[in-house]
């Protein structure tokens, strides 16, 4: 593992437009700290307004072409970029380890899922033919009329990911807008951008026509709202937290967009559930990469007379858990930044001056925060509604399904939820009255796999993802009116 890490070497990061590598004019660079190394890894460029600009108007006349390419052409283009990631996986999964924290194993698994993503996105693509309609169906309507309707790209698709997938959520944005004919400038979250730049590395050598995509490089808070509200831009496809994704829909106007946002997924356990197997989930859900998964199970509502019982199941095995540097492969690793870590440990403070039980955990060490068990939450605590984005798990004791029901939708969120039981009936009773875009069944909340739609209501989005669902939304409906004269 060390072997790995002293070959990453600390450089200076390009960004990159026209299909070159370039340095910015400003001269300012952003200095990238790894989140368990506590050092500096890399340092990216600051971009200016101006190459911000040059970057959209590049976009916008290489598109045209790009849109004119049949769809065989560009899945020829798409199917080498997967190609050169599985190639680089042994050079990317290092880099995200270091940069994001995420062990080596989950950084390769998702270099090898970005690269399937892609893959499918081209098949899928390939098989989403139009529809053709006849007048005569509607009263009064002629047979004469006949309505071709395709799907044409929107344009300059702007792709701005979060930190915590900087390779596969950035992906999961280019792969659909490119195949559908569209250019992208993609924006990385800043820790995750030089992951985001080595993704863009295996994209050159796949050789997509300069100017096609674009890598713009610099803070959120400094360019982005340039960027989300710049004149160039078609479409918008953002995921990251609710507070930004908000501030960007009030920003973008009438530009179509797509939100992935936060989420607080309750995990709800019914009396008649196999606690241990829903314990396992639990614990995968909320812990897996320390919870800074939009997905991650982010409370638990459990019936009251099987709570002792499931908090035994799950103080053994959180207890269990590895903690410590993502080099070693552990579960719990710290997280993204020290200011992550505060708001956590915030969160538990507050419950317990409330009256939660710490069952287990509620120990830290600079940003890492070992896996953290709280009993008898109630509804007054913080942490029964703030998305944590970390390895604290809430337990609110219910007495029926009703209340269940009521409390996990309360909350501000809408991203998934799971009911565990053995009775199929009460578990679509709860699915159909849960109001979060998908709900698991005797599962953990993810996203995967990556062709399922994938949607947040409430503060957890607008629009859907999923492979197909992300072409939709990167293309809109063309009609066309043959006027026959039979
Ligand atoms: P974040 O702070 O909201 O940042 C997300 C992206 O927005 C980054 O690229 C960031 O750039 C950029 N940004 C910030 N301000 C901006 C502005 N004014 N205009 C345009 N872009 C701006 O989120 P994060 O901390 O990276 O990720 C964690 C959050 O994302 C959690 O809430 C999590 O639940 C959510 N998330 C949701 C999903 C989902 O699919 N539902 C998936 C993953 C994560 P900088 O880094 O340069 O600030
Ligand atoms: O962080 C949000 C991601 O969309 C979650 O993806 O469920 O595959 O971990 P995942």
Redesign the pocket.
Known sequence: MSTLLTDIKVIDYKFYVNGQWKESQSGQMIEIQSPYLYEMIGRVQAMEKEEVDEAISLAREVQVEWANTSLQERAKYLYRWADELVNMQNEIAPIIMKEVGKSLKDARNEVVRTADFIRYTVEEALHMHGENMKGDSFPGGSKSKIAMIERVPLGVVLA??????PVN?AAAKLAPALIAGNAVIF???????ISGIKMIEALHKAEFPAGLVSLIT????????Y??EHKGIDMIS????????E??AK?AAMIPMVL????KDPGIVREDADLVEAAKQIISGAFSYSG????AIKRVLVHEHIGDKLVGILKEEIERLAVGSPEKGNTVVPL?DNQ?ADFVQGLIEDAIEKGAKVVTGNKRDRNLIYPTLLDHVTEDMSVAWE?P?GPVLPVIRVSSDEEAINIANKSEYG?QASVFTKDINKAFMISNKMETGSVQINGRTE?GPDHFP?I?VKG??MGV?GIRKSIESMTREKVTVLNLSL
């Open positions: 701005i990911s979060p930190f915590n997938y959520l924006k990385p979250a800043t820790q995750g951008s610099g803070r959120g808070s400094v360019i982005g709202d960027l989300v953002f995921t990251g937290g609710t507070n930004t994704g501030h960007l920003k992935e946002l936060g989420g800074q998964r939009c997905t993204i992550s998305e984005f991203l996203r994938f947040g957890s989005g993802q």
